[in-house]
């Protein structure tokens, strides 16, 4: 079934044209005749048909980025805040990278413009970082995003705030094991370029609205996303960027994906100060 249809979000004046394709599936092996799940071709542009990015409205100058220890293990993290922060968005690097991130640094400065705090932190220790094996051990790296958001509830100022996750590569399977360890507290959860796959035992019991952002030329990831969205939930979605790659390398490419996670967040996570207990 192909749909032409074109969604405004009227909080930025942002169309997301998807009129290239949208493939509509009504599987009701996955949950029954009504299951609906979306494969979004996007292309995102303002008015002018410029990038969004440069228009988004300042809530507030946020305050340089914090360092804190994270946990047990004294996991180093870069924690931002902007005044009256709406949410805070907990980050998970992939494999081979770490909290400095440029392109995590990059959605993390437009969470930001938008009200959401934000904690990029290190999955693993110095030490746990040399060994090859940890950094695929997605059970590990789960444990340590689980060991972060109840870091953030033994603080006042930061237990009141809605959590998302934001995950990249391996960092997006755990985001997801975390997301089905603490489903009260986690309202929302964001995978680029991620393999959702190696976190697959886990995916039927994530309550929170996902979103898997893939790139089109990444066929093989594209095909093992497509495969755990099946497992995930009704409510998650799967977006494709056309044109780009497993980095999001090609221009105006890792735009439309933080433009995509801007969105997610922002209809997902309830505001502070509405947030009421989930379980």
Partial sequence: ???????????????????????????SAWHGDAARRFEWNLSCRDESGQAPLGGIPMEGA????????????????DLTLPPQARG??????????????????????SLHARGFGTLLFDLLTPEEASDRHNVFDIALLGSRVVETIDWLDQRAALARLPVGLFGASTGAA???????????????????????????????????????IV???????????????????????LAVVPGATHLFEEPGTLEKVTHLACGWFVTHLPLAAKRSPRG
């Fill in 215 to 237: 790139g089109g030329d990444d066929t093989q990831v594209l095909e093992l996303n497509r495969l755990a969205l099946r497992q995930l939930p009704q409510g998650a979605e």
């Fill in 88 to 109: 805070l968005v907990v980050f998970a690097h992939g494999s081979g990278s770490t909290r400095r991130s440029p392109r995590n640094v990059q959605v993390g400065q």
């Fill in 1 to 27: 079934i192909v749909i032409l249809a074109s969604c405004i979000d009227t909080s930025n004046a942002c169309h997301y044209d998807a009129v290239d394709l949208i493939s509509v599936s009504l599987d």
């Fill in 62 to 77: 946020s305050s340089p980025p914090r360092r804190v220890q994270v946990g047990a293990h004294a996991l180093e993290g």
């Fill in 174 to 212: 755990a985001a997801l094991v975390a997301a089905a360890e603490r489903p009260e507290r986690i309202f929302a959860v964001v995978s680029r370029g991620g393999r959702p796959d190696l976190a697959s035992e886990v995916l039927p019991r994530v309550a929170a609205p996902t979103l898997l």
